[in-house]
């Protein structure tokens, strides 16, 4: 099913410098398919070998860079909502 290739989409990463498909989308300023990795859940939080998030990496497409935000944004949001309501 689509949840077990999602889940699988996101623990491909280079061997040698651990960076995931969001991480790569990002340096190639992939406006289209960052949008699309967020949408299914990737994880912005996870750290390259050099600890760098996705949203860490020097960007010059603003698109990018205010997706990457946004659903941080929205997360944290929602995090905080979970734990208020506990």
Do not use: W
């Amino acid at each position: 099913s689509s949840g077990k290739l999602n889940a699988n989409l996101f623990i491909l990463f280079s061997e040698d410098t651990h960076e995931t498909p969001l991480h790569l989308c990002v340096q190639r300023y992939d406006s289209k398919f960052t949008k699309l990795l967020v949408k299914a859940n990737a994880d912005l939080y996870i750290g390259d070998n050099s600890g760098d998030r996705p949203i860490d990496i020097k960007q010059e497409n603003e698109d990018v860079t205010n997706t990457l935000k946004a659903a941080m944004f929205e997360k944290d949001r929602v995090e905080k909502a979970k734990t208020s309501s506990s």
